[in-house]
């Protein structure tokens, strides 16, 4: 069963740049895709990017492409998202999720229900 703790999260204005980390434990790091998510106050949790086991693929919402970048390292059980040119409508707490899956390469998980695990969020509120 693997555990997952977010870090990173914190109050940055508009423009600004954040990392947000997700350490995993307890379980096989590699045998899981990795996903993050946001959810602000008074909505559901909204899908923000994918990394697939091997961290060759990744996809991501058409609001944070081309400012965030996911990437994980293996040998550290370590997901990470990059948030650049945030904007105050990124405000929300950030979760990691992991979803355990044979498939090495696939990383088309963009529903909530998909991943079984679940980290307890990090916020991230940007100021304009």
């Known amino acids: 069963q693997v555990q997952l703790v977010e870090s990173g999260g914190g109050l940055v204005q508009a423009g600004g740049s954040l990392r947000l980390s997700c350490a995993a434990s307890?379980?096989?790091?590699?045998?899981?895709?990795m996903g993050w998510f946001r959810q602000a106050p008074g909505n559901g949790r909204e899908f923000v990017s994918v990394?697939?086991?091997?961290?060759?693929?990744?996809n991501y919402a058409d609001s944070v492409k081309g400012r965030f970048t996911i990437s994980r390292d293996n040998t550290k059980n370590t997901v990470y998202l990059q948030m650049n040119s945030l904007k105050p409508e990124d405000t929300a707490a950030y979760y990691c999720a992991a979803r355990q899956t044979t498939l090495y390469t696939s990383s088309y998980y963009y529903k909530a229900n998909e991943y079984g695990h679940w980290g307890q969020g990090t916020q991230v509120t940007v100021s304009s």
């Open positions: 307890g379980g096989t790091f590699s045998s899981y895709a």
């Open positions: 990394i697939s086991r091997s961290g060759s693929n990744t």
